[in-house]
């Protein structure tokens, strides 16, 4: 790669409008995470632990200072019934929100998804009742 286009590479705004095209190593795991298999041109978490690393003030613009680690608290359904995965940061506490991608570990992502089930504040007779809805439905 050449000086200008790396340059321009580190420009605002410069991963909002081109893929991100280079591997890293994952912060908690170490595993070598490459962009190819996402589903998508922006690989922003690591599919075996699903954790980040804040980069970002607004999405794409590689402004922050924190760097620290995103851990994966939550998933979520959006309205078009793709998932996505709530990240808190370590360092400052900012919350975001990442599309899954296709090569997420998909037990990862259930066990984020069950998570609230597993805890005290959810009885189990609630989750039963819940879930004897649910089969009634379907």
């Known amino acids: 790669m050449n000086r200008k286009n790396k340059r321009r590479?580190?420009?605002k705004g410069y991963y909002k409008k081109h893929p991100c095209l280079d591997p890293f190593s994952c912060k908690v795991c170490g595993r070598l995470v490459v962009p190819g298999g996402a589903?998508?041109?922006h690989r922003n978490h690591c599919?075996?632990?699903l954790s980040s690393v804040?980069?970002?003030k607004k999405p794409g613009d590689r402004a922050s200072d924190c760097h620290g680690v995103m851990e994966p608290i939550a998933v979520w359904v959006r309205k078009d019934g793709e998932w996505a995965i709530i990240h808190r940061?370590?360092?400052c506490g900012k919350l975001g929100s990442n599309r899954i991608a296709a090569d997420d570990n998909p037990?990862?992502?259930i066990a984020l998804a069950m998570r609230p089930?597993?805890?005290e504040a959810i009885s189990k007779n609630h989750v039963r009742n819940m879930t004897c809805s649910?089969?009634?439905q379907g």
């Open 89 to 91: 940061c370590k360092r």
């Open 107 to 109: 037990m990862k992502l």
């Open 134 to 136: 649910m089969e009634a």
């Open 47 to 49: 599919p075996n632990c």
């Open 9 to 11: 590479k580190y420009d």
């Open 54 to 56: 804040h980069v970002d």
């Open 117 to 119: 089930y597993g805890s």
């Open 39 to 41: 589903g998508s041109e």
